[in-house]
């Protein structure tokens, strides 16, 4: 099977937070590795691998949400313009002119509009268009037409197709984080050549964008021994400081810092080294805005790390990897799952 392809219908699919459902079947029609498939009441989709053996087996979760940020219709105006607002951080500088989806009654295709520059009052055209001055035109001329497909509430989505650049760079909406999920799957495809004494979940997590609540819960469920969240970081790229960033087809960023065990960092690190799996250190002095978080702090705790696939202009509808960097990702996970015992993390609770 073709992750790769997977994770490019992934990309091209909707699934705003709050609103993954539709994701929910193409994940568990194309994880054949897992032994055990299901999806929690919050939505989290819980793929099982098993481990070999008898007796007690270690419990590994894998988290990559598969939310994406979004847009949320607000107002529907009298000549049949949509006003929206955002789930999720989105940068609202590169929302003009941007084709959308509206999810209404039907799909409905529509493109994001301001007032032209020609016509904008003193001191406007130096300026980013505020929120409260963009809107959809999906080419209705009355609001009672429009209100025949579409209502506040409806949701509204990046309409974009995966691009493919030089060799293994892609670029499209909402890699952060399917990457990540993908990256579980390649993960999942390794052990499937491997021995491993781990049950290993892969959980594609809900409603990261707007508050980590799909990991919190399905962190408390499994109660797992080690916790890796794969989430994106931040890609090299011009004006961004080297310190901020990690360079794109060099593997993933494997977190420091007080959200990550000490002994499951230096035991990655190690795998990373033994199986010459590129990495970039990455310095998290701050963390909270990943799954990482949650799983860390679940329950009475949980041993966490980070990984972060390096991924250039987050939150736009151009996000870019090196999909190589997704395999490198999954492979060191693998590897690292494989390397696992009882008497590891037993030792997890000593310093």
């Known amino acids: 099977?073709?992750?790769?392809?997977?994770?490019?219908?992934?990309?091209?699919?909707?699934?705003?937070?709050?609103?993954?459902?539709?994701?929910?079947?193409?994940?568990?029609?194309?994880?054949?590795?897992?032994?055990?498939?299901?999806?929690?009441?919050?939505?989290n989709v819980i793929m099982l691998k098993k481990g070999q053996g008898t007796g007690p087996r270690p419990k590994v979760?894998?988290?990559?949400?598969?939310?994406?940020?979004?847009?949320?219709?607000?107002?529907?105006?009298?000549?049949?313009?949509?006003?929206?607002g955002t789930i999720g951080g989105f940068d609202q500088?590169?929302?003009l002119a941007q084709e959308v989806v509206v999810h209404g009654k039907e799909r409905l295709t529509g493109i994001i509009g301001a007032k032209p520059p020609h016509i904008q009052a003193p001191g406007e055209q130096g300026q980013a268009v505020k929120m409260d001055d963009l809107f959809i035109d999906i080419g209705f001329d009355s609001q009672e037409?429009?209100?025949?497909?579409?209502?506040?509430?409806?949701?509204?989505?990046?309409?974009?197709?995966?691009?493919?650049?030089?060799?293994?760079?892609?670029?499209?909406?909402?890699f952060d984080d399917r990457a990540g999920v993908a990256a579980i799957f390649e993960c999942f495809k390794v052990l499937e050549q491997v021995s491993h004494k781990a049950d290993v979940y892969g959980v594609a997590t809900v409603q990261e964008e707007v508050g980590l609540r799909g990991a919190i819960t399905s962190t408390y469920?499994?109660?797992?021994?080690?916790?890796?969240?794969?989430?994106?970081?931040?890609?090299?790229?011009?004006?961004?400081?080297?310190?901020?960033?990690?360079?794109?087809?060099?593997?993933?960023?494997?977190?420091?810092?007080?959200?990550?065990?000490?002994?499951?960092?230096?035991?990655?690190?190690?795998?990373?080294?033994?199986?010459?799996?590129?990495?970039?250190?990455?310095?998290?002095?701050?963390?909270?805005?990943?799954?990482?978080y949650a799983i860390q702090v679940a329950r009475a705790g949980?041993?966490?790390?980070?990984?972060?696939?390096?991924?250039?202009?987050?939150?736009?509808?151009?996000?870019?990897?090196?999909?190589?960097?997704?395999?490198?990702?999954?492979?060191l996970m693998a590897m690292f799952i494989a390397g696992l015992d009882n008497e590891f993390v037993e030792g997890l609770t000593c310093f």
Not at 149 to 174: E, F, H, P
Not at 303 to 329: C, F, G, N, W
């Open 221 to 292: 469920g499994i109660v797992p021994d080690i916790g890796i969240a794969i989430d994106v970081g931040f890609g090299d790229s011009p004006g961004l400081p080297e310190s901020d960033t990690i360079k794109l087809s060099q593997g993933p960023g494997v977190a420091i810092g007080p959200h990550v065990h000490p002994k499951v960092h230096a035991r990655m690190v190690e795998t990373a080294k033994e199986w010459n799996i590129s990495y970039s250190s990455d310095p998290s002095p701050s963390p909270g805005g990943t799954d990482a």
């Open 61 to 84: 979760m894998l988290a990559g949400h598969m939310d994406e940020i979004g847009l949320i219709i607000t107002k529907i105006e009298k000549e049949g313009f949509l006003r929206f």
């Open 1 to 43: 099977m073709e992750i790769k392809q997977v994770f490019r219908t992934l990309s091209e699919s909707s699934g705003v937070s709050g609103y993954e459902h539709d994701l929910a079947s193409t994940l568990q029609e194309n994880c054949p590795w897992a032994d055990e498939i299901k999806t929690d009441k919050l939505g």
């Open 93 to 95: 500088r590169v929302l």
């Open 302 to 331: 949980v041993a966490t790390i980070l990984l972060s696939i390096p991924l250039r202009y987050m939150h736009t509808p151009i996000e870019t990897i090196d999909y190589e960097d997704v395999k490198r990702t999954g492979r």
């Open 145 to 174: 037409q429009a209100a025949k497909y579409v209502r506040v509430g409806d949701i509204a989505t990046m309409k974009r197709d995966v691009l493919d650049l030089q060799g293994s760079i892609m670029a499209g909406k909402s």
